[in-house]
Nanobody, 127 residues
Framework: QVQLVESGGGLVQAGGSLRLSCAAW????????MGWFRQAPGNEREFVAG????????YYADSVKGRFTISRDNGKNKVYLQMNSLKPEDTAVYYC????????????????????WGQGTQVTVSS
């Protein structure tokens, strides 16, 4: 079993920054990839960013490229999402997710390939 705990959400003005953290507990050694997703009220959960533990390959949704950065700390089993130049449309609950085993990088944005999910952290960007 793996438990994921997100933190770092909050209220920020447009143009501001936040750094989200995702801490992984439990059987973390077989994790292959981590992803950040978000879900706004009335919307489906959407991919934000993903990272492969070995090699650190990163992937981003077009809507956040150049503004968000995903990173990892293997020793601490943590993944971060640095969010800059935030916009009101970034407002959502942000979730981290864990993928066990290998994965074609083209599928990293697919919610169904992930095995574990955190409870989410709210990010609100005011205009």
């Amino acid at each position: 079993q793996v438990q994921l705990v997100e933190s770092g959400g909050g209220l920020v003005q447009a143009g501001g920054s936040l750094r989200l953290s995702c801490a992984a507990w439990g059987r973390t050694f077989s994790s292959y990839a981590m992803g950040w997703f978000r879900q706004a009220p009335g919307n489906e959960r959407e991919f934000v960013a993903g990272i492969i533990w070995n090699g650190g390959y990163t992937y981003y949704a077009d809507s956040v490229k150049g503004r968000f950065t995903i990173s990892r700390d293997n020793g601490k089993n943590k993944v971060y999402l640095q969010m800059n130049s935030l916009k009101p449309e970034d407002t959502a609950v942000y979730y981290c997710a864990d993928r066990r085993g290998g994965l074609d990088g083209r599928l990293i944005g697919t919610t169904s390939v992930y095995d574990y999910w955190g409870q989410g952290t709210q990010v609100t960007v005011s205009s």
